[in-house]
């Protein structure tokens, strides 16, 4: 009987503890990692961004003066929306110069930054009284950034 348990216990072999537990850390680690490096969009192609900014509205002026702006998005990627379509507008630059013709934007190469500002001009319309909804609409991914009224 002793001659058939060492032979037995001959036959067994095993991997340590520690090294088991070693190897199932690593493998444990391997997988977070992929998961986090999927998860944050580090595989695949780029995202476009969404343009995120702020707006502050002058009635007396007639201006929407942008106060903040996300980096690299150009107003050739922003459509701008006037209510009242016999409203004409502009924007321009903290310099006060027109970044594009009037009632347009596809031809402003410019990066949007804050100080720049669209202006509503009433002078085809010298009685005209009331309020004018503006809203601005980021092209690359159809979201609208925000509407703001002027009140004439």
């Not at 006037?82 to 310099?95: E, Q």
């Not at 500002?117 to 503006?134: C, Q, R, W």
């Amino acid at each position: 009987m002793k001659a058939n348990r060492k032979t037995r216990d001959a036959n067994k072999s095993a991997v340590s503890a520690v090294i088991g537990v070693i190897l199932m850390v690593a493998i444990t680690v391997a997988v977070a990692t992929t998961v986090y490096v999927y998860v944050s969009g580090m595989i695949g192609g780029t995202k476009d961004q969404t343009a995120n900014i702020a707006c502050l509205v002058d009635s007396g002026t007639n201006r929407i003066t942008i106060t903040t702006a996300k980096a690299n998005i150009q107003w050739r990627d922003i459509v701008v929306v006037a209510d009242n379509a016999s409203v004409n507008w502009t924007v321009y630059d903290p310099s006060h110069d027109p970044l594009d013709a009037p009632k347009s934007t596809s031809g402003a190469t410019a990066d949007i930054e804050a100080g720049d500002y669209i202006e509503l001009d009433f002078t085809a319309h010298p009685g005209m009284s009331g309020n004018v909804k503006v809203s601005l609409r980021f092209t690359p991914t159809n979201t609208l950034l925000g509407s703001w009224t002027v009140t004439v």
